[in-house]
């Protein structure tokens, strides 16, 4: 822990009340629902125990490619700390495709994916969301059909997400 905040090797901020968690490098992440999760620390002395649940929740809401936490003091007799995340938010989902789809509508394949334009790209929900498409198809009564995404990176950090079908017979 204390090579993670390695604004000082002494530990000056156990115990201290934690004045205001602020996070850095949000794009598509609403600073506000940051807030909402993490505003019920506020005012409760830091400690390593509380820092790892802070952090797992981080984690888990899986936008966040990298991490780094560093404490700082919020007021200048260090009575007070301030803890300040810098994120790498992960890529945002610019566009939603579907190749070879011939029988069935990219708008009715829309509605089994979970994943929609402008979520945060994340590859699990991706493979769920390919098992759902197959089931479909397999409930409409293509049996043969095959599936597979891949994606396509934009120059602007995105993701385009590609689903390639063959509805066999």
């Keep these: 822990l204390s090579g993670l905040f390695a604004q000082s090797s002494e530990d000056w901020y156990q115990n201290k ?6 996070f850095e490098g949000l ?26 649940e802070i952090l797992q929740k981080m984690y888990a809401l899986e936008y966040f490619d990298e991490i780094t936490p560093v404490a700082l003091p919020a007021d200048p007799e260090r009575k007070t700390v301030n ?9 945002l989902v610019r566009k939603i495709r579907f190749v070879g789809n011939k029988k069935i509508r990219a708008t009715d394949l829309l509605e089994k994916v979970t994943l929609k334009e402008g979520d945060i790209y994340n590859e699990l929900k991706t493979r769920v969301d390919e098992r759902a498409l197959r089931d479909h198809y397999f409930s409409k ?10 994606t396509a990176s934009n120059k602007d950090g995105s993701l385009d997400i590609v689903y390639t079908i063959d509805e066999g017979n």
């Design 17 to 22: 009340p934690i004045r205001m968690i602020s």
């Design 141 to 150: 009564g293509y049996a043969a059909a095959r599936l597979s995404y891949e």
């Design 83 to 91: 803890i300040q995340f810098t994120v790498k938010e992960k890529p």
């Design 27 to 52: 794009k598509g992440v609403e600073k506000s629902e940051l807030d909402g999760l993490f505003g019920s620390y506020l005012g409760k002395p830091f400690s390593d125990e509380r820092y790892w």
